[in-house]
């Protein structure tokens, strides 16, 4: 985050708080990455020393040198560590923490209270955007975790809540195919487990909460004695990811499935290849 904003990029900042305040009205998920230092603040929490580190390790590092100073260390040893501190902070520490042993604590302190001060525009502007859309004063009522998971949802995709949102057409839980299914998925790493949501959602965010899904989770068999419904094993399954459906051939066995299933998370087309035509005439080359 370039935190010297200009007021347009202010007002930018204030839009993308309205936006993220319309996806936690709605229920949608946003899959951004954002530092505890963005929610701490929302929940009226104060910035610490880790949610730094989490987006400055470098300024981190150099605090925990500077206060595992000892008595009597050449100062002048230490004046890279001092100068990097002020270049990050921009000079805000007062000559009042000029670093020493003795004001080592108040110097760190200092430090980080003028690197917290750099994001108080750009927090300001975020949350004055969501202010638009949310009651902002209700969110000390939730930790920030609970705020990062109301807008961003998780990167960790927990297989026993999809369970209980499961909803099966022409199959049932208990079919052996379907038990393959969920050992398969279980059984994937969690880098996996995200392709396979994009695959059959369109997107690598889910809700933390039954109550979070607007829709069940549905799987179905292919249809007909032909194709898929009579040679599962050669088939592949497919997606439809508007429905969040997932069409599951009926395979022999686990690793049939997860066979299937990998080839199809890795080599499927994202919704964003929708409209490529591949191959079509007049079409080549684009």
Not at 81 to 105: C, D, G, K, N
């Amino acid at each position: 985050v370039d935190v010297g904003l200009a007021p347009e990029r202010l007002r930018q900042l204030q839009f993308v708080g309205v936006v993220s305040g319309m996806a936690i009205r709605h229920g949608i998920k946003l899959a951004v990455s954002l530092p505890s230092l963005v929610f701490r603040p929302l929940a009226a929490l104060p910035v610490r020393r880790l949610d730094v580190a989490h987006i400055d390790v470098g300024l981190s590092r150099a605090l925990q040198d500077v206060e595992s100073m000892r008595h009597g260390t050449d100062l002048a040893v230490m004046d890279p560590i001092f100068e990097a501190v002020l270049e990050v902070t921009q000079h805000a520490v007062t000559a009042a923490t000029a670093p020493s042993y003795e004001t080592r604590h108040a110097f760190v302190q200092a430090a980080l209270d003028a690197y917290v001060r750099r994001y108080e525009a750009p927090t300001s502007a975020f949350l004055d955007g969501i202010n638009g859309v949310l009651p902002t004063e209700l969110f000390p009522l939730f930790t920030p975790l609970e705020l990062e998971q109301l807008l961003c949802g998780t990167e960790v995709v927990d297989v026993e809540l999809l369970k209980k949102v499961a909803d099966y057409d022409f199959c049932s839980a208990t079919d052996p195919h379907i038990q393959y299914f969920w050992e398969a998925l279980t059984d994937m790493s969690p880098e996996q487990r995200l392709k396979f949501i994009n695959f059959t959602a369109a997107r690598s965010r889910l809700p933390t909460s039954v109550d979070g899904f607007d829709m069940p989770f549905k799987i179905d068999a292919p249809s007909g004695a032909t194709g898929a419904g009579k040679e599962p094993d050669k088939h592949l399954p497919k997606s439809q990811t508007c429905f969040f459906k997932l069409t599951l051939p009926k395979y022999s066995s686990k690793e049939v499935c997860m066979e299937k299933l990998l080839y199809a998370i890795n080599n499927a087309p994202t919704m964003d290849a929708d409209v490529v035509l591949h191959g079509g005439e007049g079409f080549e080359g684009l």
